[in-house]
């Protein structure tokens, strides 16, 4: 008789804290230069139609760590996100990059990590408001 092996390979339905403590993440720039860091910032970014004209400043984004506070952004020497809700705001760099990579998250829903210039990452994620 065929000894079964019975070891059953169990889902990792682990409890998912909201927000992880520590949570770090790789990020690497331009120049592939990657270190990681801790999230400073996660950006729930609205979906955006591809057939409609958008700029960076027309996305609509929302704060996930204060659960949807309102962003402002602004373009200056990179782009200032500041949440209306908490206050807590970070900048990124005008880049090419980080232009494709937050419209990729409004397009398709990509995810997209950045180093601001606090040193800690923005995180762009879409989301269906
Ligand atoms: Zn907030």
Not at 27 to 32: L, T
Not at 79 to 92: E, L
Request: aromatic letters at 6%.
């Amino acid at each position: 008789m065929k000894n079964e092996n019975t070891e059953k390979v169990k889902p990792n339905f682990g409890k998912r804290t909201a927000q992880a403590k520590a949570d770090t993440e790789n990020v690497c720039d331009a120049d592939a230069t990657c270190i990681e860091s801790k999230v400073g910032m996660t950006i729930a970014v609205g979906i955006q139609d591809r057939d409609e004209h958008f700029t960076i400043l027309d996305l609509k984004m929302h704060h996930q760590e204060c659960e949807g506070g309102f962003i402002e952004i602004h373009e200056k020497d990179g782009y200032h996100f500041r949440c209306k809700r908490c206050d807590v705001s970070r900048v990124i760099a005008g880049s090419d990059a980080n232009k494709e990579g937050m419209i990729d998250a409004a397009l398709k829903g990509a995810k997209y990590k950045t180093l601001s210039t606090n040193l800690d990452i923005v995180l762009f994620m879409q989301t269906n408001d």
